[in-house]
């Protein structure tokens, strides 16, 4: 058996907007989610910048989770649930008219942000709060649903995973809905000295809004962003009996392992050219058909040199033809929660036949040779995308989307 797999519903949280159409709107105008930390006393660190969620997010939680399950909540946790609320909601799913038995809970999960910046932790809900497995226990709660529900941890690929193993469920007959995503925040002055003491964090911090230069010859390291997305993943068939809207369609993915290096790509970005051919086998698509790269693009000198690298390998002289942009230059590195970010941002730019830029793109790299996006959104049909995303540990995903 099977089925294919269709997005019926979408929600983001993100440093840009609390809804979809905030977040796609601050996108195409080329914005930036980069401030200056205000969760904390920045000033000990190198780096004093993130793209931080909007303080207006907790009003809206509140809005949709219940008061005595919030406080046993970590923020983080409380963007993901939103962001699954949301999204379920956007798809206009009825749980209590489908075999809750057949509905499934995924999430990419690096950590609960539990740590020294969260709020009104208590011994009652400090178990709670740092259990990595309550983002998808929460949402499984709240829908009283019965499938599988379990989480992710990957690194920075971690809910481009959640994403593939939902799309797995339903193709293999296993599911006909399945809730993915994910949600970060490692906004804090541990992770970011520890982050600076491997030399990974840019320490632009002046202007905070261009310190996320992906392909730039003057590229300094990532930004730490933050938030949650989330997809309601369905079996085609029951998205259209239901008469649902239908974003797009999981064509296929793969994901590898490099064996290769905690925390440097495979020389030359073999490990990723291989994920990338690899996805376009599974979903039976040629490279011929790819319109637009969503690449990992973190904005550092060995992603972004090997991730070129990569296309080229991949996709040989049509390379040069393949629009290819970074959303974090906007949205800053979001950790766990970046598969499903940026596959949502994909997801849209199908939609919408707008291809996101790569801002900050102002000093070319010469070794850097491909068709970035710069600074400008492209008006432009895309009927075959590709979204990757690479992590510490040698952890690679490649997302094929298609209209």
């Known amino acids: 058996m099977s089925r294919e797999v269709v997005i019926s519903g979408m929600?983001?949280?993100?440093?840009?907007?609390?809804?979809?159409?905030?977040?796609?709107?601050?996108?195409?105008?080329?914005?930036?989610?980069?401030?200056?930390?205000?969760?904390?006393?920045?000033?000990?660190?190198?780096?004093?910048?993130?793209?931080?969620?909007?303080?207006?997010?907790?009003?809206?939680?509140?809005?949709?989770?219940?008061k005595r399950a919030a406080s046993q909540m970590t923020r983080v946790t409380r963007m993901c649930v939103t962001a699954a609320k949301i999204a379920v909601a956007d798809s206009g799913i009825k749980f209590d008219s489908i075999d809750k038995n057949r509905c499934s809970v995924i999430m990419g999960v690096v950590n609960t942000g539990n740590s020294s910046v969260e709020r009104d932790t208590t011994l009652q809900n400090t178990v709670f709060k740092s259990m990595?497995?309550?983002?998808?226990?929460?949402?499984?709660?709240?829908?009283?649903?019965?499938?599988?529900?379990?989480?992710?941890?990957?690194?920075c690929a971690s809910s481009a995973y959640a994403i593939a193993f939902g799309y797995d469920m339903i193709r293999n007959g296993q599911a006909d809905v399945v809730?993915?995503?994910?949600?970060?925040?490692?906004?804090?002055?541990?992770?970011?000295?520890?982050?600076?003491?491997l030399y990974a964090l840019s320490v632009a911090n002046d202007p905070p809004e261009a310190a996320s230069r992906p392909f730039s010859k003057d590229r300094d390291g990532f930004v730490i962003g933050e938030g949650a997305g989330v997809l309601v993943l369905e079996a085609k068939n029951s998205a259209v009996h239901r008469q649902a809207h239908i974003y797009a369609q999981i064509a296929g993915y793969a994901l590898t392992s490099e064996g290769y290096n905690i925390m440097a790509p495979m020389a030359d970005g073999e490990g990723m050219a291989r994920t990338m051919l690899l996805a376009l086998e599974n979903a039976g698509i040629s490279s011929e058909e790819v319109d637009y790269i969503n690449a990992h693009g973190t904005s550092t000198e060995l992603n972004?040199?090997?991730?070129?690298?990569?296309?080229?390998?991949?996709?040989?002289?049509?390379?040069y033809q393949i629009p290819v942009s970074s959303l974090k230059s906007m949205l800053g590195h979001t950790i766990g929660a970046a598969g499903a970010i940026e596959t949502i941002i994909t997801v849209l730019a199908i939609e919408n036949g707008i291809i996101p830029p790569t801002i900050n793109y102002v000093t070319p790299d010469p070794d850097l040779d491909l068709d970035y996006v710069p600074n400008i959104a492209r008006r432009k049909e895309v009927r075959v995308a590709l979204s990757n995303s690479f992590g510490f540990g040698g952890h690679n995903a490649t997302i094929v989307i298609k209209k």
Do not use: H
């Open 11 to 66: 929600g983001l949280i993100s440093s840009l907007g609390l809804s979809l159409e905030e977040n796609w709107k601050n996108i195409c105008d080329g914005k930036s989610g980069v401030k200056r930390i205000t969760r904390f006393d920045p000033s000990n660190c190198a780096t004093q910048i993130a793209a931080q969620v909007p303080p207006e997010f907790e009003e809206l939680s509140k809005t949709w989770i219940r």
């Open 179 to 197: 809730i993915v995503g994910g949600a970060d925040s490692i906004i804090n002055p541990e992770e970011i000295r520890g982050f600076n003491a």
């Open 304 to 319: 972004d040199r090997y991730e070129t690298m990569a296309i080229k390998s991949a996709f040989k002289e049509r390379a």
């Open 132 to 155: 990595t497995n309550s983002m998808s226990a929460w949402i499984s709660l709240e829908y009283q649903l019965t499938g599988p529900n379990f989480s992710v941890n990957t690194a």
